[in-house]
């Protein structure tokens, strides 16, 4: 009989070892993490100190904690937040009304020459934008779409479809031929085989879909800052207007910093599956 | 369990003979052609009228309508230093973040892998600085972490004999890179985790059970495994941090001086303090032409990460 080395026979001083070896990879990551998370955390102590606890040496830990700084960020943030809500909402709608077709056609019933389109759509992802950005301004200056909420609408859905058509087309592959083969036997067209087999299916990837593009379109400031002034500015650009030119202003930079941040972190923590497959555009699932 | 896609033909679902009535192809490409249409108007448009502006002197802010002045703009791009130190910054700052991002992103992956206490939570706090909206993160370093009187880093580190040092004057660069570094470490590991966690566990206990030590196993095993992970963040990681705008927009404004100044904030400066279209127009062109030459590679290298077979 062969003897099969078994953990639990192992001796005490060696299994001591290696718990204590795991423990201290545990504690290892642990200080890692905290250490990554701490600016966060400290963006977010700071943004409950009076300005004055703010700015002190040392820094304090202990204080007693305001919503002065956070009242102050909600009375000021009205116009901003509004329109980034509107480009977000809007250019991640048109993303999908015009990524879902766009993938269906790359994927499920494929136009002939299929890869060269997959391979534009992920070219126009390299190219700068920021390249253009003299002539943009012209362009927008021309059609009076300069400081208007469309033009950031235009080109954050521009900037998303690429993304969006690689990813939602990696969630039609997976709809299963035998799904699409009793479709057809049934008669159903296109429409309906999109309508009524796929977009069921596929409704998560969607949604995952729809929280990466919301995310780049919520956190954009290039584009933002330099062709829209007051009708269209957004969150990132109130981040700006919250650092004054003089006086204190750390802690009502934290607490509008939180403000603009927590949105996006909870839908980051909640779909951290999903962010993963939607970052690296559906390679990795 | 994740798996790198195959990018192999989609499964045809029915067979199509040679001759493809026109009605059918159309009927094909029907739905891809609001995507297509639309991304060519909105992406391309803008750099033909690059172009175009780019053989033009125009300021934006007078009334002079624009003129064409031959390749002036052109010889100035290329006898300025403004613009090759922007390009160089441009790179370095790329480089040498992507490069530490990435084996940050690996060792924290390695150490996420492994089983402990609370190994959700810490990965959960790991991944946050990637969700921090940029332009709250480049601000929150400026101020509260790194201010030089009463910034946290300064506080942390006066163990270490680190006194009021001003991060933003006398280290710029280093600093707009470190916020780059922080906020992208998560993004690098979150893929390679996925690798990691992709490895079919057989053949680590096969090597085990050869005795194979630790490191053994993971330059002859693990790191082949995530080659094509570790390119496919490397990648994209360049694609997003060779635009970066907002850190050094919100942190140095570029400076002091021009040590800061990468591509993006010099075509930023021509346009808004120059007031130059003609001028940001040749840049523009000269950084596409660069860039198509990187991304030429770039796009070699997506396919075949995707696995993407030339049929």
């Known amino acids: ?285 | 369990m994740t798996v790198l896609e195959d990018l192999a033909p989609p499964p045809e679902v029915e067979v199509k003979p040679r001759g493809v009535s026109r009605r059918e192809r159309w009927q094909l490409r029907l739905p891809l052609l609001p995507a297509l249409i639309y991304t060519i108007v909105v992406t391309q448009i803008p750099f033909l009228v690059t172009l175009w502006y780019s053989f033009q002197s125009y300021f934006w802010n007078t009334p002079a309508p624009a003129s064409f002045n031959g390749l002036a703009n052109y010889k100035t791009v290329f006898t300025s230093p403004a613009f090759r130190g922007s390009l160089v910054r441009s790179v370095v700052m790329t480089v040498v973040a992507v490069i530490v991002a990435m084996i940050l992103g690996v060792l924290f992956a390695v150490l996420l892998d492994r089983k402990f206490l609370g190994r959700s939570v810490v990965r959960t706090l790991m991944i946050t600085p990637f969700l921090v909206m940029p332009a709250a993160a480049a601000l929150v370093w400026a101020g509260p972490m790194l201010d030089p009187q009463f910034g946290l880093l300064n506080y942390l580190l006066q163990p270490f004999g680190v006194h009021h040092v001003a991060w933003l004057s006398t280290h710029a660069l280093g600093s707009v890179i470190l916020v780059m570094i922080w906020q992208w470490t998560p993004f690098m590991m979150l893929i390679v985790l996925a690798g990691l966690q992709s490895q079919p566990s057989d053949t680590l206990e096969a090597a085990k059970v050869d005795g194979a030590g630790p490191f053994a196993t993971f330059r002859e095993l693990t790191f082949p495994h995530l080659r094509p992970y570790i390119e496919l963040g490397i990648l994209l990681g360049s694609i997003y941090l060779v635009n970066v705008f907002d850190a050094v927009r919100l942190m140095t404004n570029g400076g002091p001086g021009t040590a800061t100044t990468n591509l993006p904030f010099y075509l930023f400066q021509q346009v808004n303090n120059a007031f130059d279209i003609g001028g940001a127009a040749a840049t523009g062109v000269v950084t596409v032409i660069l860039t198509i030459i990187v991304a030429t590679f770039a796009l070699r290298m997506f396919a075949r990460v995707f696995q993407f077979e030339e049929a």
């Open chain 1, 1 to 285: 009989m062969t003897a099969i080395p078994v953990r639990d026979h192992e001796p005490a001083a060696l299994r001591l070892r290696r718990m204590s070896g795991q423990v201290g990879w545990g504690v290892l990551a642990w200080v890692v993490g905290i250490a990554f998370f701490l600016p966060v955390l400290w963006m977010v102590i700071t943004a409950f100190k009076p300005e004055s606890a703010a700015q002190t040496w040392p820094p304090k830990f202990v204080f007693s904690p305001t919503l002065a700084q956070f009242r102050l960020v909600f009375s000021g943030w009205g116009p901003f937040v509004t329109h980034s809500l509107i480009a977000t909402t809007v250019s991640t709608v048109l993303v999908l009304l015009l990524g879902v077709p766009g993938a269906y056609a790359l994927s499920v019933h494929p136009v002939p020459h299929w890869r060269d389109g997959l391979f534009f759509f992920i070219s126009t992802k390299m190219l700068p934008i920021v390249a253009a950005i003299g002539p943009l301004y012209v362009i927008a200056l021309k059609t009076h779409l300069l400081d208007s909420i469309w033009v950031l609408i235009i080109l954050y859905t521009a900037m998303n479809l690429p993304l969006a058509i690689w990813l939602i087309r990696s969630f039609m592959l997976e709809v299963p031929k035998e799904m699409l083969e009793a479709a057809e036997l049934d008669g159903a067209g296109r429409i309906r085989e999109i309508g009524e087999v796929i977009l069921p299916v596929i409704s998560p990837g969607l949604v995952s879909t729809a929280l990466i593009c919301v995310i780049f379109a919520w956190n954009e400031l290039f584009l933002a800052l330099n062709l829209t002034v007051t009708n269209a500015a957004t969150m990132p650009m109130f981040l700006i207007s919250s650092v004054p030119q003089e006086g204190l202003y750390l802690a009502h930079l934290s607490a509008a910093a939180t403000v603009a941040s927590v949105p996006v972190i909870l839908v980051g923590w909640i779909a951290q599956r999903s962010l993963v497959r939607g970052l690296s555009m559906g390679a990795i699932k």
